[in-house]
Every structure is written in C-alpha cells, then in structure tokens.
C-alpha cells in the first residue's frame, strides 16, 4: 500500500491530556504531512517532517519521524475541546499528489 | 487573502444526472488537485493540475468523470451519469509550484438519490 496508516482508528481523551496518533508507511518518503479535518469537510495542513528531520514542533504539536521504522506520531499536548477533529498523516507521492491515510477520530472531551 | 473556495457546498442529484462541481484556487497557486472523500474512508485522489502541462488524470474512477481548467485558475470537475456510489465529498486543493503544502476548500458533498 502506498497510503499511510494512521493508528488507532478512534481516540477519546480528556481535556488537558495529550494526544498520540501514530501513522505508518510501507514506501519511501521524500516528507511526510499530518492534516486535520473537522467535521467531514476541508482539510488543514498542520506540520510537514521531511526524511531528513527526526522530530519538530509547531505550538502544542509535536511531530516525530522515524525512517528506519516507517513511522510518524503527532503528539497534540494539553489537548482542548477545540482539537476535536479527524487526523490524516499524508505522503507525497508522484505528481505532487497525496495519499492519506484514513485518519484518527480524536475527540477531546470537556 | 482568499482561500480555495468550492461551490456549491451542497449537491443532490438524481441517479443519472450530471453534474458540475467548481473549485476557485487560491490566486498565484499554479497546481490544482481534486480529491474525493466517501464516508468513513480516506481521501482519494482524482485529478491534478500544474500549470500548461497535461492533467494528472491517473485518479479518475471512470470515464464519467472529467475535469477541466480554465485560464490556469478556475477548475470543473463533471461527473455524467452519476451513480448513488459517486455520493462523497469532493475536496479541491491548490499550491504553489513545486510547493508540498496544499490548501484545501471546504469541499462539496455530493448525494446522489
């Protein structure tokens, strides 16, 4: 499969905990995406990690890569309400077009 | 700015119908790419654009579907004869060349009866 493959399916935490989604792939990679989409719609792009990178961080995000293992997390820390939302981990492939995997449902109650 | 923006948001159609959907990227953005989210699964990709090139069409599901770009902007993706498994929300993209980030519109869910 050229998709990565987001796990778990569904997340359910607490507001004020963390948030570990992890996304494996069987390719190689030039980057790789994390996106996020909130109620089945548009997607928003949160951090790309290239295969030279291990780990980088945007505000509460925190993503890590490793390459030897074919694998990424997204670490969302003192989660919110707000965080409420479907996680995609996308590789580039070809043509510039992504290939998404089929996300993780997290839900961060209040 | 403006971002990509879709129309219509919303779309029901009869079995057999066509139908257009339209995708306005963002200004200066030279690639152009149409997915397609059916419920509870991932995005697939479709369709894209990059400048006077020809069309990435590797995605299409069949030949009922098409999609057009215009002037290097605006962008039509057609679907004839709609089938109830063509029911999905249908997600247009932009970036910049030779960019890896894609800016994504609101998408247009597309429920064919």
């Given at each position: 499969?050229?998709?990565?493959?987001?796990?778990?399916?569904a997340?359910?935490?607490?507001?004020?905990?963390?948030?570990?989604?992890?996304?494996?792939?069987?390719?190689?990679?030039?980057?790789?995406?994390?996106?996020?989409?909130?109620?089945?719609?548009?997607?928003?792009?949160?951090?790309?990690?290239?295969?030279?990178?291990r780990?980088?961080h945007?505000?509460?995000?925190?993503?890590?890569?490793?390459?030897?293992?074919?694998?990424?997390?997204?670490?969302?820390?003192?989660?919110?309400?707000?965080?409420?939302?479907?996680?995609?981990?996308?590789?580039?492939?070809?043509s510039?077009?992504?290939?998404?995997?089929?996300?993780?449902?997290?839900?961060?109650?209040? | 700015?403006?971002?990509?923006?879709?129309?219509?948001?919303?779309?029901?159609?009869?079995?057999?119908?066509?139908?257009?959907?339209?995708?306005?990227?963002?200004?200066?953005?030279?690639?152009?790419?149409?997915?397609?989210?059916?419920?509870?699964?991932?995005?697939?990709?479709?369709?894209?654009?990059?400048?006077?090139?020809?069309?990435?069409?590797?995605?299409?599901?069949?030949?009922?579907?098409?999609?057009?770009?215009?002037?290097?902007?605006?962008?039509?993706?057609?679907?004839?004869?709609?089938?109830?498994?063509?029911?999905?929300?249908?997600?247009?993209?932009?970036?910049?060349?030779?960019?890896?980030?894609?800016?994504?519109?609101?998408?247009?869910?597309?429920?064919?009866?």
């Amino acid at each position: 499969s050229q998709q990565g493959e987001e796990d778990p399916q569904a997340l359910s935490i607490q507001e004020g905990e963390n948030a570990t989604m992890n996304c494996s792939y069987k390719t190689s990679i030039n980057n790789l995406q994390w996106y996020r989409q909130n109620s089945g719609r548009g997607l928003v792009h949160l951090i790309l990690i290239r295969s030279n990178e291990r780990e980088k961080h945007s505000g509460r995000l925190r993503v890590t890569l490793d390459t030897s293992k074919k694998s990424s997390s997204l670490l969302i820390t003192a989660s919110r309400a707000a965080d409420t939302a479907s996680y995609f981990c996308a590789l580039l492939r070809g043509s510039e077009k992504l290939v998404f995997g089929k996300g993780t449902k997290l839900t961060v109650n209040p | 700015g403006a971002g990509v923006s879709q129309s219509p948001s919303n779309k029901v159609t009869e079995k057999g119908k066509d139908v257009e959907l339209r995708c306005d990227p963002i200004s200066g953005h030279t690639a152009l790419y149409w997915y397609r989210q059916s419920l509870g699964q991932g995005l697939e990709f479709l369709i894209y654009f990059q400048g006077n090139s020809a069309p990435d069409k590797s995605g299409l599901p069949s030949d009922r579907f098409s999609a057009e770009r215009t002037g290097g902007s605006v962008s039509t993706l057609t679907i004839q004869r709609t089938q109830q498994e063509d029911s999905a929300v249908y997600l247009c993209a932009s970036s910049l060349p030779q960019a890896d980030t894609q800016y994504f519109g609101p998408g247009t869910r597309l429920t064919v009866l």
